[in-house]
């Protein structure tokens, strides 16, 4: 069975700082991996996505993620952060062909942002 | 603006009522899920429909039914609610075979007392 690991349940990061939030995926085909973001009382919004191809995907918001297969990780990474980066971060791993049968999330990582 | 329409948006039952949450998506997805969000424990798949006319159990179907109405509509209903039913609620929809990733709704907060 698919399942997703977000390791960091909640991260402290200052203004300005760099932020590289975790994501190990466990998956038995080639994955489909996802990172969303989540403003408080709000729906989840993709950042950036991976199918094939490059390792370094690029999303909005400024953020990227590497996906590196011996390691089973897709990591989401943002040189500079915002304080409107603060927010929850959610990874996910489909199947190959469109997650016909749903996304897996991860449990998610809290992103706290200080002055 | 196309997207995911969710209603209600809050609700708080009784325990032992029913009621029904609605989704509808107008980007003529085939895939739609329905999802809950719960406290440190990310969003657990209730039921899908991969298409108009199918539905299938997720991880945490026990409680729950749905209805995919047609293409637009996909529907959740919670015949007896119980408290353990507490939770935010997202709709999703997914076109199969483009790798888009999926589009959520902004969710129902349901509380059962």
Redesign the interface.
């Known amino acids: 069975a698919q399942s997703?690991t977000q390791p960091d349940?909640h991260i402290t990061v200052s203004e300005g700082a760099s932020l590289e939030l975790r994501c190990n995926y466990s998956y038995g085909a080639t994955p489909?991996l996802?990172w969303?973001v989540q403003s408080p009382g709000?729906?989840?919004?993709?950042l950036l996505?991976y199918?094939s191809g490059d390792t370094l995907v690029q999303g909005i918001k400024g953020f990227e993620a590497e996906f590196k297969r011996s390691q089973s990780s897709f990591n989401l990474r943002k040189p500079s952060v915002h304080w409107s980066d603060a927010a929850e971060y959610?990874c996910a791993v489909g199947e190959?062909?469109?997650?016909?049968?749903?996304?897996?999330?991860?449990?998610?990582t809290h992103l706290i942002i200080q002055p | 603006n196309a997207g995911v329409t969710q209603t209600p948006k809050f609700q708080v039952l009784k325990t032992g009522q029913s009621m029904t949450l609605q989704c509808a998506q107008d980007m003529n997805h085939n895939s739609m899920y329905w999802y809950r969000q719960d406290p440190g424990m990310g969003l657990r798949l209730i039921y899908y429909s991969a298409s108009e006319g199918t539905t299938d159990k997720g991880e945490v179907p026990n409680g729950y039914n749905v209805s995919r109405l047609n293409k637009r509509e996909f529907s959740l209903r919670l015949e007896s609610a119980a408290p353990s039913q507490t939770s935010v609620y997202f709709c999703a929809s997914s076109a199969i075979g483009t790798p888009n990733g999926y589009t959520f709704g902004s969710g129902t907060r349901l509380t059962v007392v």
């Open positions: 997703v349940i489909y996802f969303y709000q729906g989840l919004q993709l996505k199918f959610f190959k062909g469109g997650g016909a049968d749903g996304l897996t999330f991860g449990k998610g």
